[in-house]
């Protein structure tokens, strides 16, 4: 059991569900985020903290030997705000992990918009080359390269989660293939942090979907085995909307429509 567990980004969906789900795997949760974070259980800690602001940082990590990091942008944005929260925020995280007393295990709320110009019908493993599909997927591409630089530097374990669509369920074709249900998420979760050697894996966050683009043999280490499936819902698409044209986006690319969206200025 971890003795305290800094979740940033508590407020978004995956912070909601990991701040529901996770405490059974440590004394303390220290939940985090800027918004209103309600009330704290007696098992938990709240601080409000923004990534841009490094001190503020380096006080929310001291004390912690695990991290899951899913705070910052989380969707295509500005110039500007991605690079507050997803470039200065994640650099202030490392140096701030680095600097505690004890490094912890961090998880990386990666992105599939890492690799989203990638082509539907080409299968990825983890040492694909990077091909980021927006401004948001080139901040993650950012965040895995730190993960990389700060473990074979400094030794910090760092598992790069390149989230597929962690949804209740999926909402659109492409999703079939992407989708990763909330059990397999929490499942992995709890992997990476009982593995007892874990490096800087690349993992693909993907549920057993029929016809996935992305091979997870190489972490297979972990002893994750995503046991959920998008296929039943696949009859509930096919009634509710067409397929996308072969050569719309949907269709086309990994990353859907954030390689047909323009530069937010």
Known sequence: MLKKLLITGANGTLGRLCRERMHPFAETLRISDLGDLGDAAPHEELVAC???DKAGVEALVEGCD???HLGGQSTEGTWDAVRHANIEGVA???EAARKSSAPPRII???SNHAIGFYKQDENLDAHATTRPDSLYGVSKVFGEA?????HDKFGIETASIRIGSCFPEPIDHRMLATWLSFDDFIRLIERIFIVPRLGCPIIYGASNNVGTWWDNTAVQYIGWTPQDSSEGFRAKLDAAMERPDKNDPRA???GGTFCSDGIHE
């Open 66 to 68: 695990g991290i899951i």
């Open 252 to 254: 086309l690319y990994q």
């Open 50 to 52: 923004d990534l841009g």
């Open 92 to 94: 202030n995280l490392y």
């Open 108 to 110: 990386f709320a990666s």
């Open 146 to 150: 730190m993960a990389s630089l700060y």
